[in-house]
């Protein structure tokens, strides 16, 4: 993939800047992958890409359940002891979306003809996707065409359509095909190897087909993974007189046909509905009856049933987690679509994980990677806490193949996956992946964060201390005892994919420290549930201790923290030398020449700073994050949102504003060149992260609650809220005040920079914006790998702000 971060010849979509919508006038048929992720629908439980109803033309289609996936072996030219032996990639449920239209026996294709009027609208509050599309066939017949799509948050098996066709000037003979499809194509490049392509190109084996009236249901076996699913559709018809409807099925395709005159001003209308099941255990017939009755009783119900119950779950979601930023509005729609997109992502997971692109794509083959519990699970427990919960139960169910995984490793406790989609390891690069413990630490620090946020102690209990305890019991196999008695961590790799196999990765080591902190204090306050999980006082005194200990690089000479143990001492990366084109560097050098080089492909030492902050002075952080600017080349996805977070912290808040820029620009203008494969999920939440962290100066702890809020110059206001506790806070930011409502739950108190701040409920407290000391000159990043002003990133001129 081409770094497409500053291309000049990349044409973004021309989305309209709507602050409660995402809305795109024509139709570029270049560019429908791109559209498609982005107007993409889910519910955390299954996922409709946002293709056209008619299913051409198509970029790339897609319709996913959660937790179907097919496996393959994992290919190796050089296999070692404890590689993982098999793979596991998402695959394609039957396609429920399509619904093609003939007009006076033309197919209907926006290709062809004259097209008038071509939106796709997809509605934040409504949690639809819009069409409305005016053409003129070939021959001169017009009509226009209206869908309305939802994926139910409310009911987690089932979508629906709302389709009308119209007819214009004259009468035409319109015949409507809704269809449920089968083993609908991947993208040719799903994987790497052209056996497992192959693979998952064609995983569903058909076990059965039934029709009746408008009904249809499919049944398929996936090949390897022995997943069933049940598909099942059924059809509301309005029409303004008689005509025909006859419903088909074959192996791996159901179509009910619909075929009417229409005159002048009439309309033939549709509602559609379709159910997926799924399980490994379950019978054939159940899954159908299953899939049958929720298709039944979302018509029983009705469309309009259907979206009021999306709208009232959204409503609730915006209560509480609206973020106004006032100032760009490009960015308060990006905002919006952001917290919209991890909203759906989550909604309704109900034990299951979040892969890394949602259900908006096969990017990453549909995994899980740690990024969602760094990244996403804390905007989760501040925004639907339920969801956040609901995730963690999910790791929590995987234990069990984690400790098989540890002892595979020779290892005490739990190792969980790097990439995967039940529990089961499936990267082959142990470099990146089996070694990159943070992982483990991210797992608890997103318990902690839980736990912070809610007080949910049956939580704690059932779930969250015994993933404390074997996450600590690996770290403790991990360590290793210096004469000076300091702890160490060798051989690891951190968030930084442009290092591998480093000693005392500082952030590494100091979320292990966190991590085995927080197992002994949750161990300690526990005693009874940490004794039935083997741990004793002696164990809970031996993480404390190892927590004290844990070393982290420090270079006097420089007086800035070490990435890694003598990290500073490597040359540095030849920036100047590099041209733009050869960005992103894993494309184009070998990894072994960056291994042994100042360059970090993304933030790590930084990350550290945010996560991590207890452990840093001011001092400390302002020269940290100085330093690592100058290495920092943000070749991922998940840098520009941390790196945001930080400037904001150390007061350079034009640049954290222009990184801010590039993360909420990510998907919406494709800037990277690959949002085709799906959103990048937990940059997305990362807007957040950075308006609400960063320019909110959000910062939780055991003890307290911290805002410290500064707004740039390119913003005028910052308001967002936040669950915490039961209760609901919300903070207004302006340039030189912030006030604190207490929108719901008991009193609390908060701290406002360095003052306690008593909140009680519906009585607003404004409190006086501290001057901001000077921070000193803007940090530099390496040649050409700066970030576009913000006004410029927002397509406005400008320059950067200092």
Not at 148 to 155: A, C, G, K
Request: proline share 6%; glycine share 10%.
């Amino acid at each position: 993939m081409s770094d497409d971060r500053h291309d000049p010849e990349r044409r973004p979509l021309d989305f309209d800047d709507d602050p409660w919508s995402l809305g795109l006038e024509g139709l570029d048929a270049d560019r429908l992958p791109h559209r498609e992720s982005v107007f993409a629908l889910s519910n955390g439980h299954i996922g409709w890409r946002g293709v056209l109803d008619e299913g051409e033309p198509v970029g790339i289609a897609g319709c996913y359940a959660n937790g179907v996936y097919e496996t393959y072996t994992m290919p190796y030219s050089e296999p070692g002891y404890a590689y993982p032996t098999e793979g596991q990639g998402i695959v394609n449920v039957p396609d429920g979306q399509v619904i093609r239209l003939l007009v006076d026996g033309e197919p209907f294709d926006v290709r062809t003809g004259r097209l008038h009027r071509h939106v796709q609208r997809l509605d934040f509050r409504a949690g639809t996707l819009h069409r409305e599309v005016d053409w003129v066939s070939p021959s001169g017949s017009r009509v226009r065409v209206t869908s309305t799509r939802l994926v139910s948050f409310e009911r987690r098996a089932v979508a629906a359509v709302r389709y009308a066709v119209e007819a214009v000037d004259a009468a035409v003979e319109v015949t409507v095909q809704s269809e449920l499809v089968a083993n609908v194509p991947i993208p040719d490049d799903t994987h790497p190897d052209d056996g497992v392509q192959r693979l998952l190109e064609h995983p569903l084996v058909p076990v059965g087909d039934f029709a009746i009236g408008t009904a249809a249901a499919l049944v398929h076996l996936v090949r390897r993974s022995r997943i069933r699913v049940a598909s099942a559709m059924d059809h509301l018809i309005e029409s303004p007189g008689g005509g025909r409807v006859d419903t088909e099925t074959s192996e791996d395709l159901a179509r009910t046909t619909i075929g009417v005159r229409l005159g002048p001003g009439e309309r033939l209308r549709l509602t559609k509905a379709v159910a997926y099941e799924w399980s490994t255990d379950a019978t054939d017939g159940g899954l159908r009856d299953r899939a049958d009755a929720e298709v039944a009783d979302a018509l029983g119900e009705g469309w309009d049933a259907l979206a009021d119950a999306q709208r009232r779950r959204l409503d609730d979601f915006w209560s509480a987690a609206d973020v106004t930023v006032e100032g760009e509005p490009r960015l308060q729609q990006a905002v919006r679509f952001a917290l919209f997109q991890v909203f759906q992502s989550a909604a309704r997971l109900d034990g299951r994980s979040v892969p890394g692109k949602g259900l908006t794509g096969t990017g990453y083959q549909g995994h899980t990677f740690w990024d969602f519990e760094g990244f996403v699970l804390p905007v989760l427990t501040s925004t639907l806490p339920e969801a956040a919960r609901e995730a963690l139960r999910w790791r929590h169910a995987t234990l069990g193949k984690a400790r098989d995984r540890a002892r595979e490793l020779h290892l005490e406790g739990a190792a969980f996956p790097w990439r995967t989609l039940d529990g089961t390891e499936s990267s082959g690069y142990w470099l990146a992946s089996t070694i990159a413990w943070h992982l483990q630490a991210a797992i608890a620090a997103a318990v902690v964060h839980f736990h912070r946020g809610t007080r949910d102690e049956r939580f704690l209990r059932d779930h969250g201390l015994e993933l404390l305890v074997e996450t600590a019991r690996l770290w403790m196999s991990l360590a290793r005892r210096d004469d000076d008695g300091g702890v160490h961590f060798d051989g690891v790799t951190g968030p930084d994919e442009y290092s591998a196999m480093a000693d005392d990765n500082a952030y590494t080591n100091l979320m292990a420290a966190q991590n085995l902190r927080a197992a002994a204090s949750v161990a300690g306050d526990l005693p009874e549930i940490a004794a039935r999980l083997g741990v004793g006082s002696d164990e809970i005194d031996g993480w404390r201790d190892a927590a004290a200990r844990v070393v982290v690089p420090f270079d006097e000479r420089l007086g800035v923290h070490q990435q890694s143990a003598g990290f500073t001492e490597y040359a540095r990366w030849d920036f100047a030398g590099t041209p733009p084109d050869r960005y992103p560097l894993q494309d184009h050098y070998p990894y072994f020449g960056m291994y042994r080089r100042q360059v970090a492909k993304q933030a790590d030492l930084v990350l550290a700073l945010y996560f991590a902050h207890e452990a840093f002075t001011p001092e400390q952080t302002a020269r940290a994050f100085a330093y690592y600017e100058g290495v920092t080349v943000r070749d991922s996805s998940l840098s520009a949102c941390i790196q945001a977070v930080i400037a904001a912290q150390v007061g350079h808040l034009g640049l954290a504003a222009d990184y801010l820029a590039e993360a909420a620009t990510l998907d919406l203008d494709d800037v990277q060149g690959d949002t085709e494969d799906g959103v990048h999920l937990a940059s997305l939440a990362g807007i957040w992260t950075a308006l609400v962290a960063g320019f909110g100066g959000f910062r939780d702890s055991e003890t307290e609650v911290r805002f410290a809020p500064r707004l740039p110059p390119q913003l005028t206001r910052l308001e967002f809220g936040i669950r915490f506790c039961g209760r609901v806070i919300r903070v207004d930011t302006s340039t030189d005040a912030t006030t604190y409502t207490l929108v719901d739950g008991e009193p609390v108190t908060v701290r406002h920079f360095d003052e306690e701040v008593a909140l009680e409920r519906d009585r607003p407290v404004t409190m006086p914006t501290p001057s901001l000391p000077h921070p000193g000159p803007r940090p530099e990043q390496p040649a050409g790998r700066a970030p576009r002003p913000f006004a410029e990133a927002f397509g406005r001129g400008g320059a950067a702000a200092g």
